[in-house]
Nanobody
């Protein structure tokens, strides 16, 4: 089993930056993909970015391309999301997720963190 803990959320003005961290513990070597999701008030959870654990291949949703950067430190079992040029519409609870298996379309997200609040003021 894998446990995930997010940190780094907070309040920031539009145009500012935040760096989210996701620390993984447990059976971490079994993780093949990790990613970030977010859920804004009154809206459904949406995918933000993902990264493969071994190769470091990344993928982003269009709305964050050029502003967000996902990365990982395998030795620390930690994933990061550097968020720059933040906009009010980025306001959401951000969740870390980990997958052991990947289908032809998307990873099977087996584990989830508790979430960290990101609030961007105008």
């Amino acid at each position: 089993q894998v446990q995930l803990v997010e940190s780094g959320g907070g309040l920031v003005q539009a145009g500012g930056s935040l760096r989210l961290s996701c620390a993984a513990s447990g059976r971490t070597f079994s993780v093949s993909v990790m990613g970030w999701f977010r859920q804004a008030p009154g809206k459904e959870r949406e995918f933000v970015a993902r990264i493969t654990w071994s190769g470091g291949s990344t993928y982003y949703t269009d709305s964050v391309k050029g502003r967000f950067t996902i990365s990982r430190d395998n030795a620390k079992n930690t994933m990061y999301l550097q968020m720059n040029s933040l906009k009010p519409e980025d306001t959401a609870v951000y969740y870390c997720a980990a997958a052991m298996f990947v289908t032809s379309t998307s990873p099977l997200w087996n584990y989830w963190g508790q979430g960290t609040q990101v609030t961007v003021s105008s």
